[in-house]
């Protein structure tokens, strides 16, 4: 991996900090100083405005637009609608003018530039001082934060301080909706509805319905202009400073929305300002310490501490805050998007990281939250079963990417051919009924979930008649770099095991739940044939692998490809995707992301020691990681096999990945599944945490270079915590009771007092 | 093959024709009666305007227009930019007003319609009764014919015959460059200069210039009123007809073309003029007297008669009339259109298909029209160059559908997977050189096209380390349902034989033209150790065979891969390419065209009897035909086994495609590939010749229901005639001295007194 750091922020280990001003990084920075409550999201653009490189990305979970594509394939089962992230209102919306200049970091003189995110209370504070061509000094301190109490508040302060003069400052405050989209470079919003302080925007096509509203709470003189655009309500005041001393406004900001296209304006016009009038008087500093607490009791519970590697600590602190401020479970129907609340790139869509990379972490941090994560495929089961009958399939099929539950991936070669979105939803169910034991769900939702997606891989697999065996032909692992490919390893396997999990759970259910299993097959219409069919198609699923070595072949033909060494590839050519014919990237044995590795995570005790040392050796000096998700896979396995050094290389780039921008695309919004996998990369690969056996186990390892670490999961409603230093760790109950983990291949029940085990 | 025949025509020995109108066959019509010279051709829409279904389609061989991609694939080595063929101007603009009312045959009241085209001289010619809703009865007879002579020139003739009325007719005429595209619904064309007679289109984007003009020569009055518009010029007049009398009007066109985007406008105005001046007094019936000798010249030489079968006789003479209408190498860098010059479909780009279904044709009637065929792929060897280059590989890469030698074709699937057009290249300049013996050719062009495809084969094709062998990864081979696959047994033998054929080349030069190869070895910076490899990678070429039944392997996989029976599949499922979820249509041993046949067919004589047996049983059955080139192909392979009925059921469907719409497409314009296959059918399939072998040789078999049948092929400068009945064949020269022939496994001299041989 010839990935180099680029790093200009200031070490902390509570905090990010830019101090200088870095006009080349804007856009890393707006995407790194996000805020976030999973309900809204926000980039960290200057309020004031800025015409540098910026993207005014100010986002609502789930609040999206479509587009058609203007040249559509004349072929079947091929999507030709995009749906897309848009962004909204501009609710940091702030003009100040001083001197007859209106102040632009890009075109005037600043100086004693700071800005800091504080991971204890998600506030961002951004300071400087402003010299005009004049030589007037004015120093400016902008602060915000979203609430994480209330979703829809947001709350916004500006402190001004004139160091050399006293005088009037013209400050223009408002909300915005009249943002282009930044690739489509159009507005996709309609306000058909204004009051002084309030306007509703409806989104053009979706006809999403957003109230945004505002108060200006302190600061502000009685004289005031309102403001009154086509997409734009604000005002606009003078503040007559005086030398030496702070002037204040503090403007609370209620963005409130159903989600519900159908829903009627006039009730969202009176929901948001019912909203708005309760929350008026909500100060800053008083929403701020509820924040506070908040955040107080995740890093009480969640918090990973790394002692002797502060770049480390810091990046892994960023990568909890992050996924926080993503997704918490808070908002029905909501995914986490490729880039989370700070980007539109992949057009904000969710993908299988989901289930694979994102759903642990709220496994054991959040069960509620990993429930709403499963719950959003359940919702979008009719999108599922409708995608089925496009490829001529029946059952569910999930979408590669989606907002609203329909492919958004308009290219066939993947959409048509990668199915680990719909084998991972039945991982999701599996693993979320191994770690929570949700048997409701699992006896409801989950088999039916489990039914419509063994329906769809039974008629999309085919069996080979020279053989007499089942598989899958012209599909796309989870490796891109090989395309329609016969019975992928990773493809097979995952429908082998769903077969057999949902057969598990059906013959569970004549036990645990007759009348429920009863009506199930009878609604859905299941026949023992049918039944019969699948565990005859597990049986004979094709699962390519050398006897000889032990070693998966990725695909039937993949041991016989030609071969190119990635180290052999000038620097130059990476991205491959961009800077090879296309057809070039596929006609080699060069992988682009684990696929026979990543169901050795999935399964993970499913294998031995010794087949998962045959094949990291053979894939791992094949891989790429062109893709952000490959890292931490490889991180997690090299730990497990012993080589901590080779574990903490690949770690260090999934947990800096957005702080030291190794891709050099993080300004158009961190990777958010990454961020989700450097947790993983702690928890199962240091830590050596299993959740895929009959219990939980550990199996601790540390880096050379680092004195201890600590991390903490929730466990059937126990918290379990770990503690590890060079020679030894320790693994106890800090909350709730006793739990059996197995340590060191073997069951113990772990209490507060806990277990000592060496490292 | 569930392919049905549309009969509406007459049949005729030497014509077809339309008795009563069939509105609903309108375009179909329109291709059917198209009228061509190669360097221009004229679909058989209506002279005076039609409103129904119609394609109003006036092509200049050559004259394109470009198009890129709205959304352009962000991959590299995609072509983003389609060339195609342009509807140019409408000579034949022809209104005629009667009573208020303006003739169309959508609108009003007609009757004994009836329209032939003659195959002995190319003339078109319709004739019906208008009756006015007032009652008047107008008979009109429509003729037009392009001169084969003047290529530039087109006539165009009116007879008014007014039956129960005397009076006047008011009548337009002009030329109309203001024809809308039919699929981009744009027109094409400004039009910087006109006169009263003249006008000079110069199309968008590639600036061709095309002037046009026009003589009345007869019938019309003094009394003429000229009409200019922006993109029309033309005249109006009234016609005073007499009850009972004809009147009749001749119109010369000339449309002038160099067919060079730089030429200046002046120029093209000026030689425009000219050529106009020249022929302005060639009478209609002094021109369809030169026809008429050009065209009993041709059929004298080549026509094909079956004796017995009046359906066949009709088809085979319309697909020889069909070729020689739309290339005879007479205008300098064309090729021959997916429709030839009868329909804009496939946006009239050539294919593979010239060099492997046409150019036979050629060679064995216009030896110079296949040396014009193959001088296409050199004088676009720059583009191939270029091609090659965006695919990152070396040498030439011959495009998968053209105009101007770019690649036409963005689909990267086909264009960066499918290699057949550049073999096709090097198999066309073997064929060419083994019967043309054109060893100047060979030596200069013919060996510099070689080497550079051997170049591009060289960088494309790979080495399996594991195996030692090398070969062609991430393919699609002719059989465009297989996509995708590694080691496509055609595109690997096809390189074989180049690399081979090649250094066979080079190497005879060492005696033949030992100065010429030092040179060329000298320029193209040849080394042997470049030949080596090639050598090398010819011996060590994978060819995926299975040894026990001598059957090829269409690609590695292949034999494994699931079965669909073609019967099983519900006719409405046809054609797969629009009812199938695209990725369904490549995962199953079921074919869309030979493949494995096809480079039997090819290089027939290196495969044994029992090989072609066994493939042919093997693949015929999982063969859908859904190309219309695919049914000719087995047609003479089944000759060849001795299936002589199945041979006649795929060689029908090839020779009438048209005449009965087999493929309910030909609205769009004539198969014109498939009709140069019919005639392979006859010479190749019935005929049993071949060319591939050192001599040409004969095997004659005949269908049971035809009494006899005849051919003649020119070769080497004598014409050679065979005459097969139920019982025996007479093979003799007609025309020039006696030549070797193998027949019945015999080298023989045939004289004009000829052999008699049993069939």
Redesign the interface.
Same mark, same amino acid.
């Given at each position: 991996m010839a990935k180099v750091a680029d790093k200009y922020l200031l070490v902390d280990p509570w905090k990010i900090i830019e101090a200088g001003f870095h006009p080349e990084k804007s856009k890393v920075s707006e995407a790194l100083f996000s805020l976030g409550n999973e309900y809204q999201g926000v980039r960290g653009y200057f309020d004031e405005g800025y015409s540098g490189d910026s993207l005014v990305g100010c986002y609502l979970n789930g609040i999206y637009e479509e587009r058609f594509?203007?040249?559509p394939?004349?072929?079947?089962?091929?999507s030709s609608r995009i749906c897309f992230m848009v962004n909204t209102v501009n609710w940091l919306y702030t003009r100040i003018e001083l001197d007859g200049e209106t102040l632009d970091l890009a075109k005037y003189e600043i100086s004693d530039f700071r800005q800091e995110l504080d991971f204890r209370t998600g506030e961002l504070h951004r300071e400087f001082i402003w010299t005009t061509t004049s030589g007037k000094k004015l120093k400016l301190v902008f602060s915000r934060f979203l609430s994480m109490r209330v979703k829809e508040l947001a709350f916004q302060r500006i402190v001004f301080k004139a160091l050399n003069f006293s005088g009037p400052v013209r400050v223009t405050q408002g909300l915005d909706f009249s943002i282009l989209h930044r690739s489509f470079q159009e507005n996709f919003w309609e306000c058909p509805q204004k009051s002084e302080r309030a306007i509703l925007g409806v989104s053009k096509s979706i006809r999403h319905k957003l109230f945004a509203g505002f108060e200006i709470q302190s600061g502000a003189p009685k004289e005031v202009e309102n403001i009154r655009e086509e997409k734009f309500v604000g005002c606009r005041f003078s503040l007559d400073l005086l030398q030496g001393n702070d002037a204040t406004i503090d403007k609370l900001n209620v963005l409130a929305t159903s989600r519900d296209p159908a829903q009627p304006e006039a009730e969202a016009w009176a929901a948001g300002k019912k909203l708005l009038a309760e929350h008026r008087s909500g100060s800053y500093t008083g929403f701020l310490q509820r924040n506070a607490e908040y955040w107080a009791h995740i890093w009480d519970r969640f918090d990973i501490t790394i002692d002797g590697d502060p770049d480390t600590q810091q990046g892994i602190r960023f990568c909890i805050f992050q996924m926080q401020q993503t997704y918490r479970g808070i908002v029905d129907g909501a995914n986490i998007g490729a880039k989370g609340l700070t980007g539109d790139d992949y057009n904000g869509n969710a993908f299988w990281d989901s289930e694979t990379y994102c759903l642990p972490f709220f496994l054991f941090s959040n069960p509620q939250a990993a429930k709403s994560l499963i719950d959003f495929r359940y919702r979008t089961l009719p999108q599922a079963l409708d995608r089925a009958r496009?490829?001529?399939?029946e059952g569910a099929c999930f979408p590669v990417a989606t907002t609203d539950g329909t492919e958004s991936c308009t290219l066939?070669q993947h959409a048509?051919?990668q199915f680990q979105p719909t084998t991972a939803v039945a991982y999701a169910i599996w693993h979320y009924a191994k770690v929570i034991g949700d048997a409701e769900f699992l006896y409801s939702e989950g088999i039916e979930l489990l039914i419509h997606i063994c329906r769809f891989l039974a008629s999309r697999g085919? $069996? =080979?008649?020279? /053989?007499n065996q089942f598989g899958y032909?012209?599909v796309m692992g989870p490796d891109e770099f090989q395309?329609?490919v016969?019975n992928s390893c990773y493809t097979n396997l995952m429908a082998k095991r769903t077969f057999e999990y949902t057969l598990e759970v059906l013959a569970e259910m004549d036990e645990a739940r007759p009348e429920k299993k009863a009506d199930l097959i009878h609604n859905l219409a299941c026949t023992s044939a049918e039944l019969g069919r699948w565990k005859e198609m597990a049986e004979k699923m094709i699962i390519p692998r050398d006897p000889q070595t032990g070693i998966y072949e990725e695909h039937?033909?993949f041991?016989?490809?030609?071969?190119i060494d990635p180290d052999s590839i000038p620097v130059e050519d990476f991205p491959l995707?961009?800077? $090879? =014919?296309?057809? /070039?990237i596929?006609?080699?044995d060069v992988i682009k992301q684990p696929d026979v590795l990543m169901f050795m995570f999935l399964y993970n005790q499913s294998f031995s020691l010794a087949e998962k040392q045959a094949n990291y050796d053979y894939y791992e000096p094949r891989c790429i990681h062109e893709s952000s998700l490959s890292p931490s896979v490889h991180s997690i396995l090299a730990a497990e096999l012993g080589r901590p050094q080779e574990a903490f290389e690949f770690f260090r780039f999934a947990t800096r990945i957005d702080l030291d921008n190794y891709n050099r695309n993080t300004g158009e919004g961190i990777h958010t599944t990454s961020i989700a996998a450097a947790w993983m990369n702690i928890v199962y690969g240091f830590g050596g945490m299993r959740s895929d056996g009959e219990s939980l186990s550990f199996h601790p390892t540390i880096p050379e270079h680092w004195k201890a670490y600590s991390f903490q999961v929730l466990y059937h409603g126990s918290v379990i915590r770990v503690d590890v230093r060079q020679k030894n760790a320790k693994i106890r109950i800090v909350e709730g009771k006793p739990v059996p983990v197995r340590l060191l291949g073997e069951l113990r029940e772990i209490g507060p007092e806990g277990l000592d085990i060496p490292v």
């Open positions: 594509l203007r040249e394939s004349a072929y079947k089962g091929i496009q490829l001529d399939c066939w048509s051919l085919q $069996w =080979s008649p020279r /053989r032909y012209a395309m329609m016969n039937e033909g041991f016989d490809l030609p071969h995707y961009y800077n $090879w =014919s296309y057809d /070039r596929y006609r080699n």
